[in-house]
């Protein structure tokens, strides 16, 4: 039989995983193949925040339902075409009854494509940019379990400050933090969980992106 404790959902199959996938498959899916892995990709990163954006007051298995739509609906999530969407755009996804019809939230993805485009053009990457926040791994906790883990940190503090400075919407430190456990920054699969190690290896084998060095 499947067990669940504080960290840990152990599986009829005897695999390990965080406690809060539980027995959604969506969710295990998404802890088992995505959570956690270090992204290097604009598009990803971009889609991470706009996803991380909307779930803003919702949980996350709504938007993990909602994903797909969402991709059709922000143009797979491509800046450049993002960036240019006008107001019928916006009344557009606001008939769509398969993403979350928030005007806020909506608006705030087509200005944080501008955005993230400014971050490149800066930056050379939306990646080199975020990764420049990595936290010191002497400053993360020893052991992951639920009691230890953060709802934010001083780096994601700091991402979130400089985002909003930038004319970001819909950033905290709370949602960045929570973007930096998806796309590897940190990793925060419980100390218990059969994918804390899998994920320790792709982040050591990961070439962090460089920020482009002005001529």
Same mark, same amino acid.
Not at 22 to 37: K, P, V
Not at 73 to 99: H, P, T, W
Not at 110 to 137: H, K, M, T
């Given at each position: 039989?499947?067990? *669940? ?27 088992? #193949? ?11 990163? +971009? ?5 991380? /954006?909307?779930?803003?007051? #919702?949980?996350? #298995? ?11 609906? &922000? ?9 240019? +969407? ?10 769509? %009854?398969? @993403? ?21 053009? %800066? +930056? ?9 926040? %990595? ?13 230890? @883990?953060?709802?934010?940190?001083? %780096?994601?503090?700091? *991402?979130?400050?400089?985002? !909003?400075?930038?004319? &970001?919407? +819909? ?10 456990? /998806?796309?590897? *920054? ?9 994918? =804390? #190690?899998?994920?320790? =290896?792709?982040?050591?084998? &990961?070439? =962090?992106? !460089? ?5």
């Amino acid at each position: 039989m499947p067990e *669940l404790t504080t960290d840990i959902y152990i599986a009829t199959d005897g695999t390990r995983r965080c406690s809060w996938c539980g027995r959604s498959e969506l969710y295990q899916r998404y802890h088992d #193949l995505e959570w956690g892995q270090p992204v290097g990709e604009d598009r990803d990163l +971009f889609e991470k925040i706009c996803l991380e /954006s909307f779930q803003a007051g #919702l949980s996350w #298995l709504t938007i993990l339902r909602k994903r797909e739509a969402f991709r059709q609906a &922000f143009a797979g999530f491509d800046m450049k075409s993002v960036a240019q +969407f006008g107001d019928a755009d916006v009344a557009r996804l606001m008939a769509n %009854e398969g @993403i979350v019809r928030n005007r806020q939230k909506i608006t705030a993805a087509i200005n944080n494509a501008a955005r993230a485009l400014e971050v490149v053009e %800066e +930056f050379g990457s939306l990646a080199a940019y975020i990764w420049q926040y %990595e936290p010191d791994e002497r400053t993360l906790p020893k052991k992951i379990t639920r009691d230890t @883990i953060p709802k934010t940190n001083a %780096e994601a503090t700091r *991402l979130a400050k400089d985002m !909003k400075k930038r004319g &970001f919407r +819909f950033v905290g430190p709370v949602m960045t933090y929570a973007l930096m456990e /998806s796309m590897g *920054l940190v990793n925060n699969h419980m100390q218990e969980c059969d994918f =804390r #190690l899998k994920i320790k =290896r792709a982040r050591d084998a &990961f070439e =962090r992106p !460089k920020i482009r060095e002005n001529p």
